[in-house]
C-alpha cells in the first residue's frame, strides 16, 4: 500500500518513487507490482471526490497476503461543508428585513450535471467501503451520501444513496509470472477520462465517461520487461425500469418514465512504461431497445464514446494528463443513467446541457481536457525523492473545451471552454494556504455567459501527512450579464435570479 502526501490535487512522496522501484533489479516483487500499477481508469470504490489540499489518499481494496488468510478491510472518506452566499435582497425592503441576504447553498452556477461545474464549492459527501475476502476473492460493499440529516431542511432521497456498488472482486491466479487477470462481478461504478493521479481531478469530472451497472469487468495485465499492456473490458446492465405509470416526483428522484432498460459494453488497451507514462484507448457503446420506452413509441437510443488519453506520472517533473473523447448521441432521449458523459445523468440531461430540445437527442460532442500539477520542493530535491514532511508549493494548471454538433441549431457549433490555475503552498506541519483562479465560458460566442472565480483558502491539519484537515474558503465570482442560475425542485433555469458573488465555506475532512 503506497501513500503520498497530497498537496492541491497532487500525490507526492513514496508514490514518487515507483519508477525507482520498477527499476531496482534487487526486489522483484516490488518490480512487479510497481509494473503492474498501471490503471486505465478509476477502480471501483475510489471516493468520487478527491482530497483536499495537504492529506493523504488511502489505499482502497487492499488485499490479503494469502488464500488462507481472510481479512476484513473498512475505508472511507467525509466532508462536511457550512456554506454561505452573500447576496443582496431584491425589491422593497421592509424594516423587519435585512438588505443583505444569505443563501445556504450558494445561488451560484457550480451545477455537477453541467458544463460550468468547477467543485469550487464544497459539497457534502460520505463514503464508507467495506471489504472482506482474501488473496483470491475480496467482497465489497459502498455506501454513499450526500446529505447529513442533522444539518439538511428536508428529507431528500436521492441525496442518501445507501447502497452505491456491492460487487466481488476475483484475482484470478496465473501459470506465467508476468502476466495478472482480475475481475469484478456485480454492481459497481467505472470512470475513465480522469484527470488527477488518483481522483477525478480538479473539475471533478471523467473525460470519457462514468459506466454505472451490474455486470462484469475483466482485466488482464501482461508484463513485457520496463512495460505492461492492460486489456480491460466490460458488460453492464440495470436492475429495473421507471414505471410508466408513477410520476417523477423528489421521493423517487425524477424518474424517467420515457427512458428504456439500458445496456453498455466497453472496451479498453493500454500500455505503461516503468510506471511513469501510460497511454490509452477506450470504447464506450450503451443502448436501449426497451419497447416500454414512452410505451414503445420513442426510437431506440445509442450512445457510443472514443476516446484516448495520456498519463505521465513521475516525482520531479510532476503529474501530466491529457485526453480527447468524441461522444455520438443518436435518438439519446432512450438511455438512461448506464453511460454519464461529462456527469450528465442520462440521455435526457445530455440534450438538456448540450444537444438541445430540438436536437431529437443526436448529435456529437468533441472534448479535451489536461491538468498539470508540479511540486516545486520535488523538483529541487531531485534526484532525492521528497516524502512531504517539509514545506512545498504546488502549481497546477488545467482546462477542457468541449465542441458540440448538433441537430438544433440553437446548440450546434457552440464550443463550451473552462480552465484555470491553482498555487497551494504548504507552510507549517498544521497550516497551508492555496489560491485558485477559474474561467467558465458556456458560449465561446456568448461572452456574457461567462464568468470567473478568484477562491483563495486556508487549511487547518494535525500533522504534514495528515488524515484530516479544516479548510476555510472564499470565492469571489464575477459574472456576464447573460448568467443564469437554477432553481425549484428539481431546479431549471431561472432568469430572475441574482447569483451571489461572494461564498464563504467551512469544511471539515477526513480519509482513511
Known sequence: MKRGLRLSGLLIGTCASLP??????????????????????????????????????????????????????????????????????????????????????????????????????????????????????????????????????????????????A???????????????????????????????????????????????????????????????ELEQGIQGQFDKFPYDTAPAGWNGFGDPNAGSGFVNHLHAGVGYLSTATLGLHYLSAWTQDDRA????????????????????????????????????DHVRSVGRILEVLNTTS?????????????????????????????????????AVFAGDSPDVVLSLFGMQTGIASNDPAYDGVTKRKFGGEAAYSILPWLAASARFDRVIPNADDGKQSFSIVSPRVIFRTKWQAHDQVVLQYSRWIYGSGV??????PAVADPTLHPDRDVLSISASMWW
Request: proline share 6%; hydrophobic share 35%; glycine share 12%.
Open 484 to 489: 443564469v442560475v437554477r432553481s425549484g425542485y
Open 294 to 329: 414512452s410505451q414503445g413509441t420513442r426510437p431506440d437510443g445509442r450512445l457510443g464514446v472514443l476516446g484516448a488519453d495520456v498519463r505521465l506520472t513521475t516525482g520531479n517533473i510532476g503529474h501530466l494528463y491529457v485526453a480527447a473523447s468524441r461522444t455520438k448521441a
Open 167 to 229: 460487487f466481488l472482486n476475483y484475482r484470478l491466479p496465473t501459470l506465467a509470472k508476468n502476466v495478472h487477470f482480475e475481475a469484478n462481478i456485480g454492481a459497481f461504478t467505472n470512470r475513465y477520462g480522469v484527470m488527477g493521479e488518483y481522483d477525478e481531478g480538479k473539475y471533478g469530472t471523467p473525460v470519457i465517461a462514468r459506466v454505472n451497472g451490474v455486470g462484469e469487468n475483466i482485466i488482464a495485465k501482461f508484463g513485457l520487461g520496463n512495460a505492461v499492456v
Open 347 to 383: 440521455g435526457q440531461g445530455l440534450i438538456d446541457n448540450y444537444l438541445g430540445p430540438n436536437s431529437g437527442g443526436t448529435g456529437t460532442l468533441m472534448t479535451f481536457a489536461a491538468q498539470y500539477d508540479l511540486s516545486v520542493t520535488s523538483v529541487l530535491r531531485y534526484p
Open 20 to 165: 525507482a522501484l520498477a527499476q531496482d533489479s534487487g526486489n522483484a516483487s516490488n518490480k512487479d507490482e510497481a509494473k503492474q500499477a498501471i490503471s486505465l481508469g478509476l477502480a471501483p470504490g475510489t471516493p468520487q471526490v478527491g482530497a483536499l489540499p495537504g492529506g493523504l489518499t488511502p489505499a482502497y481494496g487492499q488485499k490479503a497476503a494469502d488464500e488462507g488468510d481472510w481479512r476484513f478491510d473498512f475505508h472511507g472518506f467525509l466532508t462536511m461543508p457550512l456554506r454561505a452566499g452573500f447576496n443582496t435582497r431584491a425589491g422593497a425592503v421592509t424594516t423587519e428585513q435585512h438588505t443583505g441576504v444569505l443563501h445556504a447553498p450558494p445561488v451560484v452556477p457550480d451545477y455537477r450535471d453541467s458544463f460550468t461545474y468547477t467543485t469550487i464549492v464544497p459539497q457534502p459527501y460520505v463514503q464508507l467501503n467495506f471489504s472482506y475476502g482474501n488473496s483470491v476473492v475480496t467482497g465489497n460493499v459502498v455506501l454513499l451520501a450526500r446529505t447529513a440529516s442533522t444539518a439538511a431542511s428536508f428529507y431528500n432521497p436521492p441525496d442518501q444513496s445507501g447502497i452505491s456498488d
